[in-house]
């Protein structure tokens, strides 16, 4: 039970308000504040050797700060000099915490040389960045700039201890200037920051340090539901229909309605159904314009092609008599490829008593028309899918999402009441009631036409098989997209990244259930 808690803790992502907190917590029960930072620094040391043992690297720079992330850094000093690397310490403050304080004397006395010069680190075969951690709120300026300027121009591995300096640890801005890390250290529980797209190429590889916080501080300052969680592997698979059960039917296993396609995004609608097909949804029906059914067919052979009437350009003009059938089916995803023509199916779909997912043309339609504040009075949940693009349509007023994200998919929930899901590098997924759910890693693979169309389809497909709660449904839209990330990464590994179209990610995304 214990080690089940423990291993909750990686799903976990705190603010640096609520780490402060929790830390908070630990020391005012007694902890003296030096042994954490001993356990922490300790361990960070163990990493560090065990990603450039002494073999392969012997001269190390050590950038030390003014704060405890300096004092981490000296600690590892101390440690890296013992075990016989050669270290050199950049120092440039004048002014020191005490406990740091402590630790340059220490580490002075153990004859460990320190410069107020960052060029004298230039034949370092490793730098350690320990210049400022959560505890950065204002822009770097002054020598700093220039220092991490010059080190920022040099080709030496980089570890930075907690985050990288410069970065702020929530919203991952840069704070004037930041260090480019080749991998990150995270002290104790995940960041924002981590997940947030802005300071991806900063992060490096990420790797979290496990030192040690009680589950009970944790839980007493983040509340359960966890508003910030990460969808790990383990999440994704308690979520994921399999087994499926013995005596089942195929209506019993979802029933999933697409609206998509047209003359014109043909293979949008193609490439929806082929996601929708990966999730192994029990029933699955498509309302296309009449003149690709036979295409759809040919590729789809499983699904039901309902065509429909359309427009001279080939739009869908109205929904068939069988797919306005809504007692049919649990859900419906509404978009993919129908072009800005077919305004008022998109106007009619949302007045169905059905959870509804819209996508692409699904959302520049609810754009155009103005019609995000109507979501919140429809009787069903409403998913909407934007990438940066079409949030920015979607929600013009909420400020830069290209920069917060967390903060602003949070906002569009909680102002529409629809679950979003804002595409990305690191996807993030917010219901109304303020979770956020983050995929922790993905491939620019994906970045490619198309796979958004085969992530639309596998959310309708997973979400039919499980709907229930907004809660739920949340989770379930979240699984879909980790789902979508990991048959990206088994793509590019086998293929490169070069070789993961949205037809071959389709055929990817099974083989990411046969994996558990
Ligand atoms: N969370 C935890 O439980 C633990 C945290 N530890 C370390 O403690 C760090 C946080 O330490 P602190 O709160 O001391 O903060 P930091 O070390 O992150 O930096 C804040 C210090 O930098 C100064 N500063 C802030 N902005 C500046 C600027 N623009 N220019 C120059 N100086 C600036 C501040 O006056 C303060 O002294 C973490 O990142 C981590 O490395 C560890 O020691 C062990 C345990
Ligand atoms: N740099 C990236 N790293 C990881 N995933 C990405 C990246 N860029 C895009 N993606 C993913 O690729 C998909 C693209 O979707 P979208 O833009 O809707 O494409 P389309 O509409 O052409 O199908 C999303 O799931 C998005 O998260
Ligand atoms: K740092």
Not at 113 to 141: N, Q, V
Not at 462 to 477: D, H
């Amino acid at each position: 039970m214990r080690h089940k808690q423990r291993q909750a803790l990686d799903s976990i992502i705190v603010t640096a308000e609520q780490m402060r907190q929790i830390e908070g917590r630990i020391f005012a029960a007694g902890m003296p504040v030096a042994a954490l930072m001993e356990k922490a620094a300790i361990l960070t040391a163990h990493s560090i050797q065990e990603l450039y043992p002494l073999s392969q690297v012997s001269r190390v720079g050590i950038l030390v700060g003014p704060g405890h992330n300096g004092g981490d850094a000296l600690v590892i000093a101390r440690e890296l000099h013992l075990q016989g690397y050669n270290i050199c310490l950049y120092c440039p403050f004048s002014q020191l915490k005490e406990l740091t304080q402590y630790h340059a004397n220490y580490a002075n006395s153990l004859g460990i040389c320190s410069y107020e010069d960052i060029e004298l680190l230039e034949h370092c075969e490793l730098i350690i960045d320990g210049l400022f951690g959560f505890g950065l709120t204002r822009p770097l300026t002054g020598i700093i700039v220039e220092a991490i300027t010059i080190l920022n121009e040099w080709n030496i591995p980089v570890i930075s201890i907690d985050i990288p300096s410069g970065l702020h640890t929530d919203t991952g801005e840069v704070l004037g200037i930041a260090i480019k890390a080749t991998y990150t250290l995270c002290l104790g529980l995940w960041k924002p920051i981590f997940f947030q797209d802005q300071a991806l190429e900063y992060i490096g590889e990420a790797r979290r340090i496990d030192f040690g916080i009680p589950v009970k501080d944790v839980r007493a300052i983040v509340a359960k539901p966890f508003p910030l969680q990460i969808l790990t592997k383990t999440l994704a698979k308690e979520f994921l229909p399999l087994p499926r059960p013995l005596i089942t039917h195929k209506y019993k296993q979802g029933r999933l309605l697409l609206i998509c396609g047209s003359y014109r995004y043909a293979g949008g609608a193609i490439l929806t159904g082929l996601g929708a097909r990966a999730s192994g949804v029990g029933m699955l029906s498509m309302s296309v314009p009449e003149s690709l059914k036979p295409l759809l067919v040919s590729h789809l052979p499983e699904a039901l092609i309902i065509e429909c009437p359309e427009t001279k350009t080939g739009a869908i003009a109205g929904l068939s008599p069988l797919a306005s059938d809504f007692d049919q089916y649990d859900i419906v995803a509404c978009g993919p490829g129908l072009t800005q023509e077919a305004t008022n199916i998109v106007e009619n779909i949302l007045s169905v008593p059905l959870p509804l997912i819209l996508d692409a043309d699904g959302l520049n339609i609810l754009a155009q028309r103005v019609m995000v504040s109507g979501l919140s009075r429809r009787v069903a949940p409403t998913i909407l899918t934007p990438h940066l693009g079409e949030f920015k349509r979607l929600f013009p007023h909420i400020a830069d999402p290209g920069g917060d994200r967390i903060t602003a998919v949070k906002r569009a929930a909680q102002e529409s009441g629809a679950i979003i899901l804002l595409k990305g590098a690191r996807t993030a997924i917010a219901d109304p009631h303020g979770t956020v759910w983050l995929i922790p890693e993905s491939t620019p693979a994906l970045a490619r036409g198309g796979s958004g169309d085969v992530l639309t389809g596998l959310i309708g497909g997973l979400v039919a098989q499980n709907s229930g709660t907004q809660e739920i449904l949340s989770r379930g839209v979240a699984t879909a997209a980790w789902w979508h990330a990991q048959a990206g990464i088994l793509a590019a590994q086998e293929r490169t990244e070069l070789g993961v179209d949205a037809f071959t990610l389709s055929s990817y995304l099974h083989r990411v259930g046969a994996g558990f």
